[in-house]
Structure formats: C-alpha cells, structure tokens
C-alpha cells in the first residue's frame, strides 16, 4: 500500500542519535553509523522525529510500503528492553539502572569509609534525549534539575536524587524551550508520574525550570504532585 512514511537521507545523516528517542514506536535505529528504518511497519509516518535532526537528514514521503501495525510495535519493543546497549550513539539509547548493582560495587561503603555511589536510576538524563516512552518513567517519582545544580549543590544525589528518576535541562540557554514542554506533557501523558520535584538556581532566569514542568502538567491534565527548591549560588537549600 502507498502512505506517508519517514525517508533518512543517509548522505545527510552523522550518526548523532538525537532522532532515535523522539521515535515513540522505536522505528528508528543507529546502524553502521546512519539512522535507519528497522521496519516500515513500525513508522506511523506521522513525523514526530522531523524537527529533532539536526542537519535535516529526515523528511516524510508518499511510497510504498507494509502497514502500520501497533502489534508490531508493542513485539518490537518488548525485544529491544531486552537487549543490551546497542552500537551507536551512546548518548542517545535508553538505559535502565534500577535494580543493578552500583557500578564498581557490589555494597555500598558505611558514611565516610569511601567513595559515595552514584543515585543515577537511567540514562540518558538531558530532556531532549529522553523517551516518553522509556520503562523507567512508569510510576515514577521525576526530579526535573536546572543544569547547573548538581554542580552547585554537593549533596544532589542523596537529598534529590535517590530513588527519582532524573531529567536535566538548562531553562536560559537551550533554544527549544516549547519543545521541552511538549516532550514533558508526553512524559506526564503517557505515564503514571507520581510526583515532580523541581530543583533550580537562585538566579531569576533559572525561574523557567518551574514555569516549563507547571505548563506541561497542566497540558497533560494529570494531577501530580509538585515541589519546589531553589539552591544559593553558594550551594544551599534557600
């Protein structure tokens, strides 16, 4: 049958991931180095990966090609949750932390016996790189960071971190700041968020990190609980 669906111009295309977890049904692998279709019947063609490429490589087209089938994208990506990081872009493909041993150690060390261990439940962390639908956000817990404050606050991931997952941006500096809004709406559409703690700078700039998350759960309709830090450019809970 002829329908819409993605065409990746390879000639154009890096390799950088960025379009792969804007791809909700997983169309959209890095091999050898290019983004490609893994199957025609895993792209909606309804182009949700169009505005993330950043040197255009994505377009949509009229062709032929197999159905859209939501059965098959519920087989792929039950295939992919079990498969390990694959080749490509590491910056860009969902990992899932929970219930894994901290790396490098098997017990955590006792208060001041040794190095603290990373809280970080999944990776990537950068709000443009996530997945709505990555399995770590079902029922979970969010702490949405300004960028600058784990580097502020030297006891980010005991106090805010534990047991959340975490999503990073920069409210002043990044561009597509009505993008993040969408991709948080989905996030909070798509999932059972149980709460959202917002951490953010002093400075009034760093104000965007709270009006972004309260924007995007009143699009999203859903009641969540939300709170609030602000962190002193000393690093200090105000």
Not at 122 to 147: E, G, I, N, T
Not at 206 to 225: K, M, P
Request: aromatic share 6%; proline share 5%.
């Amino acid at each position: 049958m002829k329908r819409s669906i993605v065409r990746i111009d390879e000639d154009k295309c890096n390799g950088c991931g960025v379009c792969v977890p804007s791809c909700h049904e997983g169309a959209i692998r890095i091999v050898n180095g290019k983004a490609r279709l893994a199957a025609d019947a895993l792209c909606d063609g309804l182009g949700a990966c169009l505005g993330e490429c950043p040197r255009g490589a994505i377009a949509i087209e009229e062709r032929e090609a197999d159905k859209f089938s939501e059965e098959k994208v519920k087989m792929h990506k039950e295939t992919e949750a079990r498969k390990p990081m694959a080749c490509g872009c590491p910056g860009s493909m969902t990992q899932d932390f929970r219930g894994r041993s901290p790396a490098g150690s098997c017990v955590k060390p006792e208060a001041g016996s040794g190095p603290l261990l990373s809280e970080l439940m999944q990776w990537p962390v950068q709000l443009r790189l996530l997945d709505p639908h990555a399995p770590f956000f079902k029922d979970a817990d969010l702490v949405v960071s300004a960028d600058c404050v784990p580097f502020t606050y030297a006891d980010f991931h005991r106090k805010f971190l534990k047991g959340k997952v975490l999503v990073v941006f920069c409210p002043k500096l990044d561009e597509d700041l009505e993008g993040y809004v969408a991709k948080l709406t989905g996030i909070f559409q798509v999932n059972n968020i149980r709460s959202v703690t917002m951490v953010r700078m002093e400075v009034p700039c760093c104000g965007g990190t709270v009006s972004l998350v309260e924007d995007a759960v009143r699009r999203s309709g859903r009641g969540i609980v939300l709170k609030e830090y602000t962190i002193s450019l000393r690093g200090e809970i105000i």
